[in-house]
């Protein structure tokens, strides 16, 4: 009896399986991962620069024009947060966004989204956390990460290792860097112009490139013109670094 039961059991596991195919995944012209930074070094007032800035971003009738203007007129856009080696926080999950109204229900997912700082800035993780959220519903021609950062990275794996592998997946890997005015703590010393970090060492894959923020005040400046420009079908050959200015 006890022989007969197995054999019933391995026979229907098939039919089982079958039963249950995979989900398929819904195209769309690009999957973007938008990582913010909120390490120590973004006090309250330049965090929320940041987030009005990404809200601002997805309001923009020039955004909303190029996102309808590719092959299938959608994209889908994730947001999270990113500070020590082992801390992000997804805030708004994966979006599919198709026009006016989309755009308006992600700024509105930004304007509610908590606001909380931690401590290292380890760009290296927020890479590899970035990574690992695709394929999740959807299926971009493109995949980008747009990475926002005012430090270089203190904690985690160095950060180059995080990029060779990010882009061994296909994933472009566009910076934004803002220069921060505020002195560095006292220790650090002198150290590599966060541009040419950023262009050096985070950036990287077909197209990819850097939008420069001279200081938190040019940040909502800076964000619409980069996340424009990564939405687009075929953006504009340009600079691959970009400065906006207060």
Known sequence: MHRRRLLAAALAAPAFLRAAPARALEPVDVELVLAVDVSRSVDA???EMQFKGYAAAFRDQRMIEALTRGPLGQIAVTLFTWSDWNIQEHLIPWMKLDGAEACERF????????????LYT?????????????GQGYEGTRR???????GINNSGRDVELARRDALEQGIVL???AVLDRTPPPPGLGL????????????IGGPGAFLMVAEGYEAFEQA???????????????????????A
């Open 45 to 47: 007032e330049e965090m």
């Open 107 to 118: 700024a509105r997912a930004v304007d509610a989204a908590p606001r909380r700082t931690h």
């Open 122 to 134: 380890s760009i290296s993780g927020a890479i590899d956390f970035a990574a690992r959220l695709f």
């Open 144 to 150: 980008v990460v747009d990475i926002s950062g005012d």
């Open 174 to 176: 566009n910076g934004l």
């Open 191 to 202: 150290q590599q112009p966060l541009d040419e970090y950023f262009r050096e060492r985070v």
């Open 223 to 245: 964000v619409r013109c980069k996340i424009i420009r990564e939405i687009a079908l075929a953006p504009v050959p340009g600079p691959e670094v970009e400065r906006a200015f």
